[in-house]
């Protein structure tokens, strides 16, 4: 195959004149040509060339230089007719991983070399991933299509997967960030078969999975998984029955609070708060809360007074004799995308400022401030709907200039909770319980009267969120 540029003068000669005789027999149009140049992983290894007289399989760059380094891949450059059908591979470069200056200085010889023979290079394409090695971080190129992706030394090396730095038994990091100097760089790195390889100047190796990084550089600051939002009419057309999209129905054998409580424990765990465990809602004001009453309630998410509102609500209706009681739900993300795309002064307001709610019962007060609508902090997609016009404290967490326009905001958005597109009314029966996203669907009911026995209970967002993560399933 071709030439090291420069230092094989023999070999120089000799391709040149090759490449002068095929260039002399082409037409204009057949010079037309792209200079293709591709990275290939070598065996580690040297041998004397006599051909040559050097030792070959060490870093050698041409007019770049020659090391002592062991060489690990072959740079390879080609020329390719765009009109006609030709290949000529046209000459090779010792490597061990080269830096963009470096390949941008041997591309740009390479190519002057080239048209000086008279060839008509029209472009230039790089067929492999290649590796580029910057002062404190190192880029791969087309990790994820078109984009490349770049990596800290520091990063690298923090991130050691091996058995010294991390534990595997317990997936805790062994290694102490504080000991790693900011100017690593490593001694050696490589690209071999979707391994990136490196070895630190004190000989310690790191290994990473190439995909590995092409998903954690796509999960950066990206939105994940973002939810459908559904209205009426949407739900229906619904076809993922994730309790993320769409309220969520499993059977019970029988309506009983046991039975519910199976339902529940099947998959996750119950939460226990002032409420107890498992609860039973019915007319009794055993709990002080107008929900044990027969009054109607708005759409409202509950536990505003926690700081961790409850993730999932638990319904199972085991008792329905009754005028009434029917069950409201309200997907709270498309209320919210709603009241986003008119009026985005009061989606701010709603957004940025918090505001104190409250449980107050005997020997009881619950209070906690966050905002009505709270963001994902990296990818600032809607996070959590926090509304409940009953269980509002004294609103005294609003600058005195900001106050009507924060209860404007707060209308609007009750307003649009309260669309009757938006509201979707159902009967609940007996055995079939029901699974709701508190941090995103509002539940409301309808006011009854007879007997109605509402069971159910909590489950906290981290355990159900710790189900889905074992599980695989996507979060939002
Ligand atoms: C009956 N159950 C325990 C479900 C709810 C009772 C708490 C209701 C409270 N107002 C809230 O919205 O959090
Ligand atoms: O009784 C119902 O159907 C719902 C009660 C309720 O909204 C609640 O407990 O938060």
Redesign the pocket.
């Known amino acids: 195959m071709g030439k090291r540029i420069s230092f094989a003068s023999r070999i120089f000669q000799k391709v040149e004149s090759i490449l002068k005789c095929r260039a002399k027999a082409m037409s204009q149009k057949e010079k037309q040509c792209a200079l293709l140049f591709d990275e290939m992983s070598l065996k580690k290894g040297v041998e004397y060339s006599e051909k040559l007289d050097l030792v070959e399989g060490v870093k050698d760059l041409g007019f770049l230089g020659r090391s002592n380094i062991f060489g690990t891949h072959a740079l390879v450059f080609m020329l390719r007719g765009i009109f006609c059908k030709w290949n000529i591979p046209v000459c090779y470069f010792i490597s061990s991983g080269v830096t963009g200056t470096e390949m941008k200085d041997m591309l740009v010889e390479c190519i002057k070399w080239l048209q000086a023979i008279g060839f008509d290079i029209r472009t230039t394409v790089c067929d492999q991933r290649c590796l580029s090695l910057y002062e404190n971080y190192l880029e791969l190129d087309r990790v994820e299509g078109d984009t490349s992706a770049k990596f800290h030394y520091f990063w690298l090396r923090d991130h050691c997967r091996c058995p010294k730095c991390y534990n595997h038994v317990t997936n805790q990091i062994n290694n102490d960030v504080k000991t790693i100097p900011f100017n690593i760089r490593p001694k050696f790195c490589e690209e071999v078969e979707g391994k990136l390889n490196i070895t630190w100047p004190d000989e310690h190796k790191t290994e990473y999975d190439i995909n590995l990084l092409k998903k954690l550089i796509s999960t950066r600051a990206k939105p994940q998984n973002v939810p459908v939002h559904w209205d009426v009419e949407t739900l229906k057309s619904i076809t993922d029955n994730s309790i993320t999209s769409k309220e969520y129905f499993e059977n019970s054998d029988e309506p009983t609070l046991e039975a519910t409580e199976k339902v529940v424990r099947h998959t996750t765990r119950v939460s226990k ?1 002032i ?1 107890g465990e498992m ?1 039973e ?1 019915n007319n009794n004001l055993e ?1 002080q ?4 009453t027969t009054v109607g309630l708005d759409a ?6 926690f700081s961790e509102a409850s993730g999932l ?1 638990v319904f199972h209706l085991i008792e329905r004799n009754c005028k009434g009681g029917k069950t409201l739900l309200v997907d709270g993300f498309n209320a919210i995308s709603n009241l986003k795309r008119v009026d985005r002064d009061a989606f701010n307001l709603l957004t940025t400022n918090p505001i104190e709610s409250q ?1 107050i019962a005997t020997d009881t007060h619950f209070t906690s401030v966050e905002p009505v609508i709270k963001l994902h902090p990296v990818t600032k997609q809607l996070l959590q709907i926090r509304y ?1 016009h ?2 509002r404290a004294y609103l005294n967490t609003i600058p005195f200039d900001s106050i009507m326009d924060y209860y404007k905001a707060y209308i609007k958005l009750g307003e649009e909770i309260k669309k009757p597109s938006n509201e979707y009314w159902l009967q609940l029966e007996p055995g079939t319980v029901l699974f709701l996203d508190n941090w995103r669907i509002l539940h409301g009911r309808g006011e009854y009267s007879g007997n109605r026995m ?1 069971t ?1 209970c ?1 489950v906290t967002r981290r355990d159900w969120t710790c189900a889905a993560n074992r599980e695989g399933l996507p979060l939002y």
């Open positions: 708060t409420f609860w809602v709990v809360d107008t929900a044990y409202h998410t509950d536990n505003t007074y609500m449980y409940n009953y269980d509402l159910g909590y």
